[in-house]
């Protein structure tokens, strides 16, 4: 039988009453002739409510709240554990027969990065033994096993990572990812009013999406799915299970992003995002290579890097970085006089097609921000996105004034 990965997100798995209704999809894709592998996120907010637990376990004892990032994964990664268990049991409870595993008994290996791990190889061995008995197998998101065998978490949005690994490693015809949303819009619905619904995306530019912070995918499931030449399907998990709107996003024979022949897809601008709490360090010139050591070593993801003769600005996007304070005490002491720290500021990204062609693009962004009073202090392009870091008290206007000009108006960029 075709084998189907579906991940359901924490606002899917919320309460009983939403588990119950996800067991009665599993259920129908398994009675519809699949072998089902389903992939489960935390419940609710309940990864927020655990690291909250952990930073005030460690307040209490004078550690400035900053937990071990190897004790915050022994912990976050519980909460999935939950919710496949109560999963397999209300599938049970329908009459299909499940069994849920951990991380790493999937077989999902890791590097030895604590809390912003990546994979690097699956071994699905006792996922294919469950499925050819026609069991249903439900996999905690968000974790896996390091080479040291220590227990690792993938980062926010990790989950969809382990969907998207797992369907590549067992050749799965799609990978479904369930949320509160059907699929992915043009901007953040939540900011700007109305936006467009993208009914089908490249790989390359929903990657381009996910770096730049659209919080519909993980940047590395993307990634996967590029690799892997995965379809990712994301849908609401409230919808009926045919004719509900979604988004497709496939891969491209030759891996680069085309518009199509249509009015949706020949937008030079498909998406307007919008990502908060990034500091911005800046340092002279001599002090770059001691800067990019310590980040690497501190595990610290960055974001853009813009080098010039007269110094250099790095981005620290700090959505995995919980122990931002001990961080910057290790940049302080190694780089010393010669960094600077700016922030907490945002980036505002323009995704598209050939943005820096001569198009004049960048020189429109830059004036439509200005129009709304607003001043990038650092502006980077690519033929696929331009991003500009502002402060974090115009993001909203920001994304609004962009997707005005860029999405909604004459496509003359």
Request: proline share 5%.
């Amino acid at each position: 039988m075709p084998v189907i990965v579906q991940k359901y997100g924490g606002s899917s798995v919320a309460d009983v009453q939403k588990i119950a209704h996800v067991a009665d999809r599993v259920v129908a894709a398994k009675r519809a002739g699949n072998d089902v592998v389903v992939v489960v996120s935390a419940m609710g907010k309940t990864t927020d409510e655990l690291i909250g637990l952990a930073r005030r376990t460690a307040e209490a004892g004078g550690a400035q709240g900053e937990p071990p990032r190897r004790e915050l994964d022994m912990l976050v990664s519980t909460g999935e554990r939950v919710t496949m268990a109560l999963l397999s049991i209300a599938i049970h409870a329908r009459g299909e027969d499940a069994i849920s595993f951990t991380g790493s008994q999937s077989g999902i290996l890791t590097n030895d990065r604590h809390f912003d791990a990546r994979i690097i190889e699956v071994r699905p061995h006792r996922i294919q033994d469950e499925l050819a008995r026609g069991r249903i197998v439900i996999v905690a998101g968000y974790q896996g096993m390091s080479y040291r065998r220590e227990i690792t978490t993938l980062g926010r949005g990790g989950s969809d990572t382990t969907a998207v690994a797992l369907a590549a490693a067992l050749q799965a015809e799609r990978c479904e990812i369930y949320s509160d949303v059907d699929g992915v819009y043009s901007a953040d619905p939540r900011v700007v009013p109305s936006p467009l619904h993208l009914g089908e995306l490249d790989l390359a530019t929903l990657a381009e999406m996910a770096e730049a912070g659209a919080k519909v995918l993980n940047a590395q499931a993307v990634e996967w799915a590029r690799r892997a030449k995965i379809a990712i399907y994301a849908r609401k998990t409230s919808d009926p299970l045919t004719g509900a709107r979604e988004t497709v996003a496939r891969p491209r024979e030759d891996e680069e992003p085309v518009a199509r022949a249509t009015d949706d897809e020949n937008r030079p601008v498909r998406a307007v995002v919008g990502a908060s709490n990034v500091m911005v360090l800046g340092a002279r010139p001599e002090a770059f290579g001691v800067l990019l050591r310590t980040a690497s070593a501190l595990e610290l993801a960055l974001g853009d890097v813009v080098a010039i003769p007269s110094g250099v600005l790095v981005h620290v996007p700090l959505l995995n970085v919980p122990d931002w304070q001990r961080c910057l005490r290790k940049l302080e002491a190694e780089v010393g006089d010669a960094l600077d720290v700016i922030g907490p500021r945002a980036v505002v990204s323009i995704v598209g097609y050939g943005l820096t062609a001569a198009s004049g693009a960048l020189a429109r962004a830059v004036a439509v921000l200005a129009e709304v009073a607003i001043a990038p202090l650092v502006t980077t392009a690519s033929p696929l996105r331009i991003s500009l870091t502002l402060r974090e008290e115009d993001l909203g206007a920001a994304q609004r004034a962009l997707h005005d000009a860029f999405v909604r108006s004459p496509l003359d960029v």
